[in-house]
């Protein structure tokens, strides 16, 4: 199949429906035009196949239908699933998502924010722990997990209760002793209320607990030495841990296979996210689990959202906790 | 920070380097231009903080420095990470990366098509299953693992090799009879290759081996029933299994598990892909390694080479073999 014809342009419409270009025009950016003249200048868009040239579209409506999302990577799975529900939601909605997955590179995401400044694209959603970026309050922006000003919407989930169902489910399955271990980034974010929410369900369920909270940079055998400093006579003096993330988790669980301590028997194990295998297989371990897509729609609807004098500051959106093996759950909770 | 003065012009910059505007307009193109002329307007653009309007440019050069991304998803790893090296190779080259994940929403993916046949991307890479797609042969296009015509590239991994890898690998480590299990579509793919180079390793090795393909669509509770069928006296009759991919391999060492089948004393286990946990982690199992930083050059390479009389249309990039806990390894070959 060779293309034949010159592409049909909006003059071929005008001729084809009989109408002045303007009408035409008018339709295909979607300003208001009486039904007949409406119907008749669809008509000859199908029957040309004529598409429009949304760059010259860009120019003229200053819309590009086009959104820009800048996340450090796609490699993790929380990305991974985050990256392809917004993909969704935007293309659900006839937008078009620009990638810029540059692991922190701060040339790439000012070059974006820039474009968004300049009417290049629409918006930008961004997950971004990148301290030296310069946003406008001006710029239409959707934040992930980390609040970038007091104008630019957050969208988070509920990290506080997260870590609070956390403390709650620990004290429920009959830990007396628990701990909390977190890596991260020192950054203002809203991932790291998680410790003060499971703090808070500690002190409400009398829950003792001990708190091991490394930076960015420093290296993860800090917690082997930690889990092991607290073995007496080949015993954890902890029945319950609670890592920040299921990434943490996981390396948790192999220090724990290392020192001979049997999960759930000896301890259970939360983690948060609920990052499944392979994307849609097993969980990892038991976890508190972020609501991906929710996140995902709730970011695009407030970007689009052009009318709302002002947008929410901070949303955060509930989370659910999930067997996922690493816990003494009764038979029928299970699954 | 709020925006003062309006956004700088071409023109501006014509007036701040004492040149004509052509010369600036060469110079933002890349067109030859005396290297004085070139010095001068350079540092205009830099003084003034001007950017190219890229719609603008768009219409006039006909070219977007934009390039569209069609992949099911991003949730499946091995598809996770191809974005991520796809979208930092653009990022390299200043080129931006639209994705289109959409799960074979087929509508999607040909208004992507079509998008590069009237220039509004400067072209796609591709890895799509959807039988439905119609590409022409004009269309700059680049496809992964599966040929979407004669004139169109195609960039894959070894997968004869690497199945041939596999099985000589089973028979190195001291297997005698194997199986290969095979999930995936049925439509014409280089992945399904793995099977014929699996097949060749066994016979040029002396290997005896058994085949369980299923379809898309068949349950996979099918590899389940293959298996037990082949426990005679609690044992199974295979020392060695190669899956087509980890995916599998996990469900496998699922199976075998619930069997009471040892891994990798019973049994030995190769998958295909090269998976870690959380994109960086432990890999999930002993398996052949795709080279997805070099797909994602190559893809790259030759999708944005425009003075080619004619691409490659098959190019097969080299794989590797990596011991990831599931096979019997000499102790000195592990990590």
Redesign the interface.
């Known amino acids: ?3 034949e014809n010159s ?1 049909p342009t909006m003059k071929d419409v005008a001729r084809e429906a009989g109408v002045a270009l303007g009408t035409v025009s008018k339709v295909v950016n979607g300003l208001p035009v009486g039904d007949a003249y409406k119907t008749r200048v669809e008509s000859a868009i199908q029957k040309l196949n004529y ?1 429009v ?4 579209q ?2 003229k409506t200053n819309k ?1 239908r ?1 959104v820009a ?1 800048l996340i450090p ?5 929380f990305y ?2 985050l ?2 529900h917004i ?2 939601a935007l ?1 659900k909605r006839k937008y ?7 692991d922190y ?1 701060c040339g ?1 995401e000012q070059e974006y924010i ?2 968004a ?2 009417n ?1 694209v629409d918006g930008i959603i961004g997950l971004t722990y990148n301290p030296h970026l ?1 946003i ?3 710029t239409p922006f959707v934040a992930i997990d980390r609040s970038m000003g007091p104008k630019i919407p957050c969208v988070t989930s509920d990290n506080f209760a997260g870590g609070q169902i956390a403390a709650e489910k620990l004290a429920d399955l009959g830990c007396k002793n628990v701990a909390f271990l977190r890596t991260g980034s020192d950054l203002n974010n809203e991932p790291n209320k998680r410790k003060a929410g499971f703090e808070n369900g500690c002190l409400s369920r009398g829950l003792a607990y001990e708190m091991k909270i490394i930076s960015d940079g420093e290296p993860y055998e800090e917690f082997d030495k930690f889990l092991a400093d607290h073995i007496q006579e080949g015993k954890l003096s902890f029945d319950g841990i609670f890592c920040v993330t ?2 943490l988790a ?2 948790v669980l192999k220090i724990l296979r290392r020192l001979n301590q049997k999960v759930p028997e000896d301890v259970q194990v939360i983690g948060f996210d609920g ?1 499944r ?5 097993d969980y ?1 371990c038991s976890t508190i689990v972020q609501p991906v897509s929710e996140i995902a729609e709730m970011c695009v609807e407030l970007l689009l959202q052009e009318n709302m004098p002002s947008k929410p500051p901070l949303v955060c959106l509930p989370v659910t906790y999930v067997y996922g093996g690493t816990t003494s759950e009764p038979f029928d909770a299970k699954e």
Request: with cysteine.
């Open positions: 199949m060779k293309k592409t598409q040239n949304s760059y010259a860009g120019l590009t086009t999302l990577n796609t490699q993790e799975p991974a699933s990256v392809y993909n969704l293309l078009r998502m620009l990638l810029c997955s540059t590179d790439q820039a474009m400044q300049q290049k310069i406008e309050e001006s299921d990434a996981y390396r990052i295998y392979f994307g849609n297989q990892i």
